[in-house]
């Protein structure tokens, strides 16, 4: 019996330790790519040190959920477009079996398994994740159309899904009173354009930025818009008023009411002066209605030497207060 337990004691201590405890492939688990540039997935070997000198001997890039094979080496094996390790010239011997993406596309995005085996019978599988961005275009500004109290921001291409926000020139935020469209993606997953409209009725500003953001919410572009000088007095006046101001209002009233009180007075004088009706000098009355019909713009009235010309004053005073300006 003892003999048979000194053999298997013997047989585990010569047993190798797992193949896989060779070597270890360690990735970022994060990788960020930019659409239209080169991308890279890190990844590296890290070979125990009982499996120092060990050589690579087979490498396979995939996409998880793909039975597509990008990039291999070991077998003879043709790379997918755009895909190949970023060492130029991969060796057993390398370390570095990274994968770059060319001309990244938005459908790069995902997950990948990057498998290496070794010449000490060592294997090991690990997965990594790459991220695609696109860059908004610089926001574009114009006034809607026929009118001074909209302004409408566009920005291009981007994505994922971004943002637009306003100020004005005194740095107050305008965004929570701006409309911004749902952005419909293209074929390549880009957001076509990005649009956000400003009314311009809870600030008297001058100027207005159109800031992007992107899902991360960082910057990535502004444009400021100036209100012409006529532009901004109305929205001004909007502010402050509503879409009259007090002004116009206020100064035609005035001068019709001094003009009623005015004509009111002289009745009231020539008609005590007279007693009752005592016609007035003709030389001294042409004068009057000659200048009469040019204050109210030619408007005339019956005169004849019947008429009562206490009613004269009267149809007079009715023509002025009508030529009187109202705005």
């Known amino acids: 019996m003892a003999s048979v337990v000194g053999t298997c004691v013997l047989l585990l201590a010569i047993v190798p330790v797992s193949a896989a405890s060779f070597v270890k492939v360690d990735c970022t688990s994060e990788n960020l790519g930019q659409y239209g540039q080169d991308s890279v997935l890190r990844c590296g070997i890290n070979p125990t040190e009982e499996a120092s000198d060990a050589m690579i001997t087979y490498v396979k890039w995939k996409k998880t959920g793909e039975n597509k094979t990008l990039v291999v080496f070991g077998k003879d094996h043709p790379n997918e477009p755009r895909f190949r390790f970023s060492v130029e010239s991969l060796t057993g011997t390398s370390r570095d079996v990274s994968l770059l993406v060319s001309n990244t596309q938005i459908n790069d995005g995902g997950e990948y398994e990057c498998t290496v085996k070794t010449d000490s019978g060592s294997k090991d599988t690990i997965k990594t994740n790459l991220s695609v961005t696109a860059k908004y ?20 291409d981007g994505y994922p899904k971004g943002t637009i926000q306003w100020f004005d020139q005194e740095g107050k935020k305008h965004t929570s009173i701006s409309q911004q469209e749902e952005p419909k993606p293209m074929d390549d997953k880009r957001f076509n ?7 311009l009725k809870n600030s008297a500003s001058s100027q207005y930025t159109c800031q992007v953001y992107n899902a991360n919410g960082v910057k990535e572009g502004e444009t400021t818009f100036n209100l012409s000088p006529k532009s901004y007095e109305g ?3 909007m502010v402050q008023y509503g879409k009259v101001a007090a002004s116009n209002i206020v100064a035609p009233v005035v001068v019709i009411g001094s003009l009623i009180v005015g004509l009111l007075i002289v009745l009231l004088w020539r008609k005590r002066q007279s007693g009752g009706h005592t016609p007035i000098d003709q030389d001294e009355e042409k ?15 019956e005169h004849s030497e019947e008429t009562n010309t206490l009613e004269e004053e009267r149809c007079q005073a009715m023509i002025l207060l009508s030529a009187a300006p109202t705005n």
């Open 137 to 156: 275009s610089a926001p574009v500004i114009i006034a809607e159309k026929d009118t001074d109290t909209s302004l409408i921001c566009n920005s291009e």
């Open 193 to 199: 354009v990005l649009t956000s409209k400003l009314t």
């Open 235 to 237: 929205v001004h006046k």
């Open 287 to 301: 004068a009057n209605w000659q200048g009469g019909e040019a204050a109210a713009g030619g408007k005339t009235c």
